[in-house]
């Protein structure tokens, strides 16, 4: 639990109790908001050579989160999409999957989040904009940059087009009251801003598509180790020698 303040007193009437003045998550909401230079969980850190990077695009593939012919544009807020070394590697290869089906990117966060970010982003390395320390400096980059992609559109390309933003910040609405087909991939939806989440049309849950890509890698492991046992009993089988062999 979060404290959220004192208990306010109990009264008379038909006032809110006293415990919604408090934020209430479990613990793996908690685990899932970890802070970025803490380890993965032993699930994700057992995923080597970019198996969850694989899995993850394309457990994010199946939710089509590009829809329809109008202008795309991508907003990723690196400082939201903090992680553990493994599963921050892993959205980082979503980014730019992402990016490569989009129109226009523009990635921004402080320089801790984008010195952690480029050496996984491929071509988008140096497209990355690093904004001073201090509150939603990056949120206001990455508007900026959207209002520039929009001038060079008509209006009515606008209303057709489609945002998919990687944040989990309430001013990113302003996108869809602007026009935009809004499409949300939430770091995680416990920390989503309410919003946010009224303004979309697609709500992605990133730590949702981490678990199930993880569970995806898993079934394949055990589908590939039960494939090797069996290639591995048929080998024995063949050069092993029948009864009637043994008792010649």
Do not use: K
Not at 55 to 84: F, I, K, S, T, Y
Not at 107 to 129: F, N, S, T, Y
Not at 145 to 168: H, I, W
Request: net charge negative; with cysteine; charged share 25%.
């Amino acid at each position: 639990m979060l404290g959220g303040g004192y208990p306010p007193p109990v009264g008379l009437g038909d006032g809110p109790p006293w415990w919604s003045a408090y934020e209430w998550c479990t613990d793996a909401d908690l685990e899932a908001s970890a802070d970025p230079v803490g380890t993965d969980s032993p699930a994700v850190a057992a995923l080597r050579g970019g198996d969850l990077d694989t899995a993850l695009c394309e457990q994010v593939a199946e939710a089509r989160l590009w829809r329809g012919d109008g202008p795309r544009l991508l907003l990723v807020d690196l400082d939201n999409l903090r992680a553990g070394p493994g599963r921050w590697q892993a959205r980082m290869a979503v980014v730019v999957e992402l990016a490569r089906a989009s129109d226009h990117v523009v990635l921004a966060g402080q320089v801790g989040a984008v010195d952690r970010a480029r050496p996984h982003l491929a071509e988008l390395a140096e497209r990355a904009i690093t904004v001073p320390d201090g509150s939603d400096l990056a949120d206001h980059a990455l508007l900026e940059g959207a209002q520039a992609f929009a001038a060079t559109l008509a209006d009515d390309r606008v209303e057709n087009g489609q945002v998919v933003v990687a944040s989990n910040d309430g001013i990113f609405a302003d996108l869809a009251e602007n026009g935009w087909t809004l499409t949300v991939l939430s770091p995680g939806s416990h920390a989503l801003s309410d919003r946010l989440r009224d303004a979309a049309r697609t709500t992605l849950d990133l730590v949702d598509a981490e678990r199930a890509a993880t569970r995806r890698w898993r079934s394949r492991s055990l589908r590939a180790a039960a494939g090797t046992r069996r290639s591995v009993s048929r080998t024995a089988g063949a050069r092993r020698p029948s009864r009637s062999a043994r008792s010649r």
